[in-house]
């Protein structure tokens, strides 16, 4: 086969050529790298509408609006970038966002007041809500890893039931007269800013750190492209895995006390319809659904992106009736924005 | 991560070495049993491979090899035998990383991960670490830099690895497996899917190699390569070991006896031919080119004519017949069945054509196996249950009634889901659909895999009875049983038909030109 192997070896010769040519400032920078930055350029483009649409936009305050709306949806964004990156899914996250600080609340709230039992002091309502949230981890462990049933199927089920727990438990009603210690997330300020928003930051600049520099980041991303080749490797993946769901459902439950704490209550629907956004944040942040890719900083500008459309949009007016179908649209667009600059077909 | 340290430098033995040294066995497996609950993988096997030598491993498929493979390579504790590394016992199955300092093997099936480095891929879970106990990239970089170069692997650390070639992906896991310690790698095919100038770089590369201390166990399908390549030859056939030898001391005549086995004689009685020249061909393949699959492939079938097409795994045959039935579509030439053209590339077009199919799995596109056997056999002709797009259930029974009796498939009746059948009846099903449209032509893709050897008489018998009927047949096996009566068997090798052999031929011939050797030679 003279022809072929002609062509081979000057495709070897491209291939290496190539190589050199994607790697930036001596090989300090490969193309991975810059991929990840793959949203700044339409983020600043945003900013830059948004100013123009309305100056209110760049100043602090709003700014600040932005990060703090986003911060509990951006922690469960946060758990399904780590869970997609072992290439399962999860998503019981939403009701874990509305059961776990509904659980607390129903146990902390005084009887009397709507469907609270007053059964527990104020203070144990944050171990409280941390405990439900790592018992739902637990639980779904068990059924994906141990008993090995479908992951998709298994969080779907959980879904359901969650959401119809915390119904059941609040009598389809919102929990309110939470204690000062469920408020406090929600609504305290550390150094002139929210604490949710140095909570959302603080966690995505430690889970950037873990998957990016440590052995336990890096087997994560071993166990999503190969995971015969991940054991091969020494890796013990089932208790990686195990790992990653259990902290999953431990920040969907941070999340959900953050927001109660915002709100002040815990509404039988909270976290309601959040698993949609968040599949498309985590995807137009450059997460494959296969598994093995993306970055945490990449879903946190997935995230962030989103967000600040939608600002956009709110200030230039757009009447609230429209926004919904408007947020559809926005995910279609940014998907397609990320498509362009990411350069590569999303899975 | 201490380990990651300790191997940061491998040493290349002194170059000394000669070829096939003598002194204590690197490996040695002896009385290896190895049973799959009725199957015999192993039956009392042995191997010795002397430290510095290239050793061959090659047997026909089911002979044991990658068995054997998994058993040297700690995957598989062996059910009786013993397995030595330099004279002492093999470690513990749970020990992977002692079982990695002994003995590597690059499979077929990639192990690295397509969605990281190279770098990465070669120091996964042993990562250098900075003074804050982080993962110091600098430090991984220089270190598979370091590596890569010590064994003159030319790969960019940075690079994806999805983004190799399967010959680059070769040599980083050869280095990888290298950088644990291990001086014994075992290449499991590692010529499937290169092309000749590739395979040439490999050669070199393992001569190297060989040179610095390696010690290679090598398998492969192709002869030709055994005698370029390697200092020992070991044959498995029947899950037994046949004969250790020097390669340069075994004629090929003998080597391929020993593979086939003397007693393989001509089982079948002669067959008349069927063909009946005056009627059109049933099948006609004029230059049928794909990239990269095959060329240049020109034959036909007579009507009531059976023609085998033969070659090795990776030699196109099977790529050839699925186009026939357009399974694929071919970039270059023309199929003509019982002299009409079908559309490349559509199922249904062959079909209407006249063209008859059991594809290669039938777990994969054989049959659906919870549908029942009425449905599935008569999955491909829904016009014949019922007018206007439904089906009329009785008379699909009674359909499917009269394959059963005509197969003699063993079944309580039709409406058994295919998944409660044995595979030789399953593959009855999968051939009772195959002709329940009177084909013209009927294409068999290895119509006896994995089926015990009374349905096969009887599956072989069923096609000679087509032929008989004046259906033209095509049978794409390595299969030498399935090929026997043929009237003429078509070999192809690495893309090409190379040979065309007429029927009463003698299993080395047919093997020799398989495997891409001229006995001549």
New interface residues.
């Given amino acids: 086969m003279p022809e072929t192997v002609v062509a081979d070896a000057s495709a070897t010769a491209t291939d290496a050529h190539r190589a050199k040519r994607i790697a930036l400032l001596g090989g300090r920078i490969p193309l991975a790298r810059l991929r990840d930055l793959a949203l700044v350029p339409a983020i600043v483009a945003i900013a830059i509408v948004g100013q123009i649409v309305n100056p209110v936009f760049l100043q602090a305050d709003n700014l600040i609006n932005v990060l703090q709306t986003m911060s509990e949806m951006a922690l469960l964004v946060l758990a399904q970038t780590m869970i997609l990156i072992v290439k399962k899914m999860d998503l019981s996250l939403e009701s874990t966002m509305g059961l776990a600080p509904g659980v607390a609340a129903w146990l902390v709230v005084p009887a009397g007041a709507g469907h609270g039992l007053g059964l527990i002091p104020g203070g144990l309502s944050i171990p409280v809500t941390l405990a439900v949230g790592l018992l739902i981890g637990v639980i779904n462990s068990v059924l994906i890893i141990r008993f090995g049933l479908n992951g998709f199927i298994v969080t779907l089920g959980m879904l359901i039931v969650l959401r119809g727990i915390l119904t059941g438990i609040s009598g389809g009603q919102t929990f309110f007269q939470l204690p000062s210690s469920m408020l406090y997330l929600g609504t305290a300020e550390w150094i002139g800013m929210p604490a949710s928003i140095w909570i959302c930051l603080a966690l995505f600049a430690v889970a950037i750190v873990v998957l990016g520099w440590t052995s336990f980041g890096r087997s994560l991303y071993a166990i999503g492209g190969n995971v015969d080749a991940a054991k091969a490797a020494g890796i013990r993946t089932d208790r990686v895995l195990w790992i990653v769901i259990v902290t999953g459902s431990l920040l969907a439950a941070l999340a959900g006390l953050m927001l109660s704490g915002r709100l002040a209550s815990v509404a039988s629907a909270q976290g309601n319809g959040y698993i949609f956004t968040v599949f498309a944040a985590a995807v137009i942040g450059g997460i494959s659904l296969n598994g093995g890719k993306g970055t945490v900083f990449g879903a946190f500008s997935g995230i962030l992106l989103l967000f600040m459309i939608q600002n956009v949009l709110t200030l230039a007016g757009v009447p609230a009736q429209w926004i919904g179908a408007l947020n559809g649209l926005i995910i279609l667009v940014a998907l397609t924005i990320s498509r362009i600059t990411g350069g590569k077909v999303q899975e | ?1 201490k380990d990651g340290e300790r191997t940061a430098n491998p040493v290349p033995a002194p170059a000394d070495h000669g070829r096939a040294s003598t002194g204590l066995p690197i490996v040695e497996a002896t009385r290896i049993v190895k049973r799959f609950g009725p199957t015999v993988a192993l039956n009392g096997a042995r191997i010795t491979i002397r430290a510095g030598e290239t050793h061959a491993l090659v047997g026909r498929n089911g002979a044991g090899k990658s068995t054997l493979v998994s058993v040297l390579t700690g995957l598989q504790s062996p059910d009786e035998g013993k397995v030595t590394f330099g004279g002492s016992p093999a470690p513990r199955l749970a020990d ?2 002692a079982w990695r300092q002994r003995v590597a093997c690059v499979y077929q099936k ?8 190279v770098a ?1 891929n070669l120091f ?4 250098d ?1 900075g003074p804050s ?3 110091s ?1 600098t430090g991984v ?1 220089r270190r598979a830099q370091e590596l890569l170069s010590t064994w003159s692997v ?1 790969v ?1 650390p ?3 690895a999805g ?1 190799l ?1 399967v ?1 680059q992906r070769q040599f980083v896991e050869i280095a990888r497996a290298l950088s644990f310690g291990a001086r014994f790698i075992i290449l499991d095919e590692p010529t499937a899917q290169l ?4 395979i040439n770089r490999l050669f070199d590369r393992i001569r190297d190699l060989q040179r610095q201390g390696v010690t290679f166990l090598f398998i492969s399908h192709h002869l030709q390569e055994v005698y370029e390549i390697c200092d020992m030859v070991t044959v498995f056939r029947d899950a037994r070991h046949i004969v250790t030898a020097p390669v340069a001391g075994l004629p090929r005549t003998e080597l391929v006896a020993a593979m086939t086995g003397e007693a393989a004689a001509d089982r079948r009685q002669e067959r008349p031919s069927s063909l009946d020249s005056t009627a059109p061909p049933a099948l006609s393949v004029r230059a049928l080119g794909s990239d ?1 699959d095959y ?1 240049d492939v020109t034959f036909r079938v007579g009507a009531g004519e059976i023609v085998g097409l033969a070659g090795a795994a990776a030699s196109g045959r099977t790529e050839v017949a699925e186009t026939v039935v357009g399974l694929r579509a071919a970039s270059t030439g023309n199929i003509e069945i019982a002299g009409r053209r079908p559309r490349p590339g559509s199922v249904p077009a062959a079909l209407a054509a006249g063209a008859g199919f059991v594809p290669q799995d039938r777990h994969h596109q054989g049959f659906v196996p919870d549908m029942s056997i009425a449905d599935n056999a008569t999955l491909s002709v829904p016009k014949r249950l019922g007018q206007g797009g439904f089906l009329n259930r009785g008379r699909r029974d009674r359909l499917a009634e009269g394959m059963i009796r005509n197969l003699a498939i063993k079944t309580p009746g039709p409406e058994l889901p295919v998944s409660g059948l044995s595979g030789g009846n399953q593959q009855k099903v999968v051939m009772a659909r195959a002709l329940a449209d009177d084909p013209r032509l009927l294409v068999l893709i290895n119509p006896t895999a994995g089926v015990d050897v009374r349905s096969k008489e009887f599956l072989l018998g069923k096609v000679e009875e087509t032929a008989q009927s004046g259906t033209g047949v095509l049978i794409a096996s390595d299969e030498l049983d399935d090929l026997r009566m043929c009237d003429r068997v078509l070999v192809m090798f ?2 090409r038909v190379t040979n065309e052999i007429a029927r009463g031929w003698h299993d080395h011939d047919l093997v020799a030109a398989m495997e891409g050797m001229d006995l001549n030679a």
């Fill in positions: 991560m992977r990383d990639s192990t690295i991960i397509p969605t990281l480095t990465e996964l879970n042993r990562h670490h106990r982080l993962i990239w970089r030319d960019d940075q690079t994806p983004d070639n010959e092309d000749g100038a590739a990269g060329g690495q893309g």
